[in-house]
């Protein structure tokens, strides 16, 4: 099922199932994809590392996230571009910046429970049913259903996450700060620039990511250098003297000595070795 306009808004909602599953991959650019698994197991590869998700987890990912490959029974899938909902200009009703979208590094999971089943279930549902619909008010009620299912999934990943233990200013500093690193993380490696913005310190900083997960700030920019390393060494045909500076490093040594103490091998070692298995 899709909606579509002349001003190329898209939202579609889709079964999934192992003959269909090559819809997965049609990822414009503006694209955000929620997969909800509702077989007894899925198996998603992105950016070569490899996810498994239960029954009733759902996964969040951007046209940024590369999918190799997906193996699955069922699952049920929306996706939606930045000109039918703006996961930034609605942050304010919905909160999913940072957490469900644009976290920085991680792919966000959530594990639907027995209580909220439920409402996600009624909430797909309602979707499907206005999908059908073909009038004035379908966009507005289409947004409305989607706004549902995301706060649904924000509070899941809350309660899972820790940020339950915080109240919403410092949840939302959190949140900011995941948006800030995916926006600067190729330019600003140090956590002093995140906490200037967010007008902090950065010991501030690392008490608050301390209350609710073990991976301090410094850890989450260098995470997420990493899976931008790794992806243009894989998939682009830069040397790794232009994906050092692409990625903000003064010389091809940095990089080299900063990816080897992450991986273990030299960005040229992680290159051949990713030729090697794709052959």
């Not at 009624?122 to 619909?133: A, D, G, K, N």
């Not at 995140?194 to 501030?204: I, Q, R």
Request: aromatic share 10%.
């Amino acid at each position: 099922m899709v909606y579509e306009d002349q001003s190329k808004e898209f939202l579609t909602l889709v079964e999934l199932n192992s003959s269909n599953r090559h819809i997965v991959f049609n990822v414009k650019e503006t694209d955000m994809t929620l997969i909800w698994n509702t077989g007894e197991q899925l198996a998603i590869t992105i950016d070569k590392v490899p996810y498994t998700l239960a029954k009733d987890q759902i996964i969040f990912l951007t046209a940024f996230h590369k999918i190799d490959s997906i193996d699955l029974e069922k699952a049920r899938m929306i996706r939606f571009n930045q000109a039918f909902f703006c996961i930034i200009n609605h942050d304010n009703e919905v909160g999913s910046k940072g957490l469900l979208f644009y976290g920085a590094t991680s792919v966000p999971i959530i594990s639907v429970d027995e209580n909220d089943l439920e409402s996600f279930e009624t909430t797909w549902q309602t979707f499907c049913t206005e999908m059908r619909q073909h009038d004035t008010l379908q966009k507005e009620m289409l947004q409305s259903i989607l706004k549902r299912m995301l706060i649904l999934s924000v509070r899941s990943l809350k309660r899972a996450g820790g940020l339950s233990k915080l109240d919403k200013s410092q949840a939302d500093i959190i949140r900011e700060f995941n948006y800030l690193v995916e926006g600067h993380y190729s330019k600003h490696h140090d956590v002093a620039f995140y906490a200037s913005k967010l007008n902090k310190s950065p010991k501030t900083l690392s008490n608050l990511f301390s209350i609710v997960s073990e991976r301090q700030p410094l850890s989450i920019i260098h995470d997420r250098i990493m899976v931008s390393a790794r992806r243009q060494i894989i998939y682009s045909k830069l040397s790794i003297k232009e994906i050092a500076y692409e990625l903000g490093f003064e010389d091809i040594q940095a990089f080299s000595r900063f990816f080897k103490n992450k991986e273990g091998i030299s960005p040229l070692q992680y290159r051949e070795r990713s030729a090697t298995l794709q052959n």
